[in-house]
């Protein structure tokens, strides 16, 4: 069709979006049936969990839906509830705020009844040129319909699709600012504070700028929203770093890396990763919510010393009191002068009244300001202080009361509210004071609700939420509390992967905890909070040593701030065996996502305890083992190879060969990093770890060890039996569906390879391997596959691209922080001869390469003939 722009076809972490419609209950099995389609397709479902239901949050589905690409309509026989001063249902309104162009998919359930204004709605959808309608029976049939549905569709929309091109031809840098959370909605009366911010970071002089005042003020908006507007300061990226779920000072590091894309496998320290990677580089950091790990602030000075040209936005409600820090202090909203009314004019309107008008249009379509209610509008903005967030929780209730009502109330409430907190500073006690005034009017459940919520850490899902009902007061009614907070104001749904989630504000989800605290359940939560979380890593972790590799690690990645906080849990409950067996089985985990100094924090903290609750030796052994990984590399000793070899004895003790196994492999390892090291030893006991996981049937162990034996003959000389290992370590990770070990065996063996003189297969193999680094998303071996095309190409002679590529992976190096051996590398060599030999075309190409994104690098590397294939990992780099 002509004119029309098709969605281009995208993988995991930008795919296409499915948008899914119906009433709840009545259509329950029906809508994980069409979940189970959606994921089938590898596809994306959003599933607005409270969309069709009374007073929905209509701007927040509006935006679910302008965000997806297809609409799945499934309708049965309720129309649904329209809500009070509406006059359609959730069901038919979000139909209609579906946008024209979208494909729409509607299946109607057979059904002997069907209500009248249903039926009305179905026959004005059969007149609609845009959507494709069935019928069907059950939800087995149903689920089979929109499988093949869609295929259908994106077959249709692939071939189109593929005539799209990028406009603006930076895919990297839109990657890296899609880094910051996009607000979803209006962000009022901050002009001035953006523009004023961001002339400090403009100024360059700087290192870090803090963005402080008191909860609910609006800092984090503030640094998402100047982070957005300063992209052209910071050409080489800008990052957010939500600190919320992050509690212990040495829990800093590990969590900027994270976010910068630096692997923490323990083999280097981490700080000077984190420093290499930004060190020359013009970037962003923002850090949000510091105040509750101050503590950990010098570390900021000793990164910015090594790297000078990166900044660092930090949010906090207190002063760090670093060196070189600059301190923003973020005012409340403009709001009526005393005894005056709030202005019916837009344009001479206060912010605070204006920020209370926009959020109070959300839950009631159509408010705004009038002569009745102009000066009542004052006094509530004049008695919150211009606080943002106190202002968002009255607007939300104007649902249920007028703007006099809420006036009178806060103006009896809050005074007695804030007596009641004279410990804290005066805008704190008006923002406490609001929050229990808005909680105040919640029914018991709903109020008992947002307590609990508070044992979750950043994000939540609803089945984690229904997880902790069971002897609640709010059981059974989870969806309906759930939707009433959100109403209300107190809980964010947003959605993460085609899933909805939830979250509470920083503020609120103190306040939520502390009253938890205060009637004496919070550590009954707290063990349900992990009792949920380690089931749910029961059931996933095993994908991580098959074929689901990519997939588990990506689940276990968008919990891993409730990972964090069911590890402390756990031990804040003397649950100490259980906190060790959760740590082991997400080994391949930690090792995958390099999280080794995190999970070493958490574990020196359990070998602290266990003077206060005995544990058993298998725990003792596991809590060594993770404590002392980041050691043997970083700081190898023969107490190191001591412990580990300690570990080797509790485990066996235990019964567990295969932990034993494992461990024995970790002590051969150390001997080898030692001065004097004993490099005999370290074999034989690297092949008995060997033949043991074999044995076992430990896979993903056993190809790691052969990878080890590989690197230790490779660097002894005896090159042919280093090649075996590798081979038999790629051999046995492919067996087992292990990708990630598969992409690491088959670089070391293509480079060796290469240096073996076999030229023709060592490109076969860099090239397999850069593709799978590409679908794994996996930075490093990407760098790696693009130097040994490099190295491929010039051995071949050819100048420039070996010269671009080599820059390119040189520039994704330097921001992940990636070192190397120098045994290891084959590029290098080649390419500086031909930098003798043809000086000019090697300095065109360096300079060409240093412009490259991610992708443009990869297709430089692939044949033409492979770019097709690709494009769609490519899709979000």
């Known amino acids: 069709m002509t004119g029309v722009t098709h969605p281009v076809i995208r993988t995991p972490d930008q795919r296409i979006r499915v948008f899914v419609s119906s009433t709840l209950r009545e259509l329950a099995d029906e809508r994980r049936a069409v979940r189970g389609a959606v994921e089938r397709m590898r596809l994306a479902p959003v599933m607005f969990e409270l969309g069709a239901r009374p007073h929905p949050p209509r701007e927040l589905y509006r935006s679910y839906l302008s965000q997806s690409d297809v609409f799945i309509g499934i309708y049965g026989a309720s129309y649904g509830w329209v809500a009070p001063d509406e006059d359609v249902s959730g069901l038919e309104d979000e139909y209609n705020l579906a946008p024209k162009g979208m494909p729409k998919l509607i299946y109607i359930k057979e059904s002997a009844t069907r209500d009248e204004r249903l039926t009305e709605l179905i026959e004005r959808i059969q007149a609609d040129d845009t959507a494709a309608y069935l019928h069907f029976r059950s939800a087995e049939e149903l689920e089979d319909q929109v499988a093949g549905d869609l295929a259908m569709l994106l077959a249709e929309r692939f071939d189109e699709s593929r005539m799209v091109t990028d406009s603006d031809g930076d895919g990297a840098a839109a990657s890296l600012i899609a880094r910051i959370p996009a607000p979803y909605?209006?962000?009022?009366?901050?002009?001035?504070?953006?523009?004023?911010?961001?002339?400090?970071?403009?100024?360059?002089?700087?290192?870090?700028?803090?963005?402080?005042?008191?909860?609910?003020?609006?800092?984090?908006?503030?640094?998402?929203?100047?982070?957005?507007?300063?992209?052209?300061?910071?050409?080489?990226?800008?990052?957010?770093?939500?600190?919320?779920?992050?509690?212990?000072?040495?829990?800093?590091?590990?969590?900027?890396?994270?976010?910068?894309?630096?692997?923490?496998?323990?083999?280097?320290?981490l700080e000077e990763r984190i420093s290499h990677a930004l060190a020359d580089r013009k970037v962003l950091v923002v850090l949000d919510n510091f105040e509750q790990i101050v503590e950990a602030a010098p570390v900021l000075v000793r990164l910015?010393?090594?790297?000078?040209?990166?900044?660092?936005?930090?949010?906090?409600?207190?002063?760090?009191?670093?060196?070189?820090?600059?301190?923003?202090?973020?005012?409340?909203?403009?709001?009526?002068?005393?005894?005056?009314?709030?202005?019916?004019?837009p344009s001479t309107r206060s912010a605070a009244v204006a920020l209370f008008v926009d959020r109070a249009q959300a839950v009631k379509p159509g408010f705004d300001v009038t002569p009745d209610n102009a000066a009542d509008l004052a006094v509530i903005c004049r008695a919150l202080e211009g606080l943002p967030l106190a202002i968002e929780l009255a607007a939300a209730k104007t649902r249920i009361l007028t703007p006099s009502g809420i006036a009178q109330r806060l103006e009896q409430s809050l005074p007695l509210l804030t007596a009641a907190v004279r410990d804290l500073p005066e805008r704190h006690r008006t923002m406490r004071a609001t929050i229990d005034w808005s909680v105040g009017l919640l029914p018991e459940p709903q109020r008992d609700l947002l307590e609990d919520l508070g044992v979750f850490a950043t994000r939540f899902t609803l089945e984690a939420v229904e997880a902790l009902a069971p002897g609640r007061s709010w059981e059974g009614q989870e969806l309906d509390a759930l939707a009433a907070l959100v109403d209300s104001s107190l809980v964010t749904q947003t959605e993460i992967g085609g899933r909805a989630v939830f979250s509470l504000l920083a503020i609120v989800r103190e306040y939520s905890l502390g009253r938890l605290k205060a009637r004496g359940d919070a550590d009954r939560v707290r063990a349900a909070h992990a009792d949920y979380y380690v089931e749910f890593v029961r059931r996933v972790a095993p994908g991580l040593r098959g074929d689901g590799q990519a997939q588990a690690a990506v689940q276990l990645g968008l919990e891993l701030p409730n990972l964090r906080a069911a590890v402390r849990h756990l031990v804040y409950t003397d649950r100490l065996d259980d906190a060790g067996d959760f740590a082991w089985s997400l080994l391949i985990y930690w090792w995958i996502s390099g999280f080794f100094a995190e999970v070493r924090l958490w574990m020196l903290e359990l070998l602290e305890k266990q003077h206060e609750q005995p544990i058993t030796p298998h725990t003792r052994a596991v809590a060594w083992f993770l404590a002392l990984w980041?050691?043997?590399?970083?700081?190898?000793?023969?107490?190191?190879?001591?412990?580990?070899?300690?570990?080797?004895?509790?485990?066996?003790?235990?019964?567990?060969?295969?932990?034993?196994?494992?461990?024995?492999?970790?002590?051969?390892?150390?001997?080898?990093?030692?001065?004097?090291?004993?490099?005999?030893?370290?074999?034989?006991?690297?092949?008995?770890?060997?033949?043991?996981?074999?044995?076992?049937?430990?896979?993903?162990?056993?190809?790691?060890?052969?990878?080890?034996?590989?690197?230790?003959?490779?660097?002894?000389?005896?090159?042919?039996?280093?090649?075996a290992h590798f081979d038999r370590a790629t051999e046995v990770a492919s067996a087992g569906g292990d990708l990630f070990t598969t992409s690491v065996a088959g670089n070391l063996r293509s480079r060796l390879n290469f240096q073996l003189g076999h030229i023709d297969l060592a490109e076969d193999e860099f090239l397999q391997t850069l593709l799978l680094s590409v679908e794994l998303h996996y930075e490093e071996g990407v760098a790696y596959g693009l130097e040994g095309v490099c190295a491929v190409a010039a051995a071949k002679g050819d100048a420039w691209r070996a010269s671009a590529l080599a820059v390119a992976a040189g520039v994704i190096r330097r921001r992940i922080g990636i070192f190397d051996v120098e045994a290891f590398t084959v590029h290098t060599p080649y390419l500086d001869i031909l930098r003798g030999r043809d000086p000019e075309v090697v300095a065109a190409g360096e300079a060409a390469g240093a412009e490259l994104s991610v992708p443009e690098a990869v297709r430089l590397a692939l044949p033409e003939t492979e770019h097709a294939g690709v494009e769609a990992a490519l899709a979000h780099w």
């Open 185 to 269: 909605t209006a962000t009022i009366g901050r002009d001035a504070d953006i523009a004023a911010v961001r002339d400090v970071l403009a100024r360059g002089t700087d290192r870090v700028v803090s963005l402080i005042g008191p909860g609910g003020i609006g800092k984090s908006r503030l640094a998402i929203e100047t982070a957005l507007a300063s992209e052209d300061l910071f050409p080489d990226g800008t990052y957010f770093v939500l600190l919320e779920g992050v509690l212990e000072p040495g829990l800093l590091l590990p969590t900027i890396a994270y976010h910068l894309g630096i692997r923490d496998n323990g083999e280097a320290a």
């Open 304 to 345: 910015y010393s090594v790297a000078p040209t990166a900044t660092f936005l930090v949010t906090s409600r207190i002063v760090l009191r670093i060196r070189g820090e600059r301190v923003y202090e973020v005012p409340t909203l403009t709001t009526p002068p005393q005894g005056a009314s709030a202005s019916l004019d």
């Open 630 to 723: 980041g050691e043997m590399w970083q700081r190898p000793s023969p107490q190191v190879v001591a412990g580990l070899g300690e570990c080797v004895r509790l485990f066996t003790e235990s019964g567990d060969e295969d932990a034993a196994a494992m461990a024995l492999a970790a002590r051969a390892t150390a001997r080898v990093q030692l001065v004097d090291p004993d490099v005999a030893k370290a074999e034989r006991e690297l092949r008995r770890a060997v033949a043991r996981l074999r044995a076992l049937g430990n896979g993903w162990a056993e190809a790691i060890t052969e990878v080890s034996l590989g690197r230790l003959a490779w660097v002894r000389g005896s090159i042919e039996e280093a090649l």
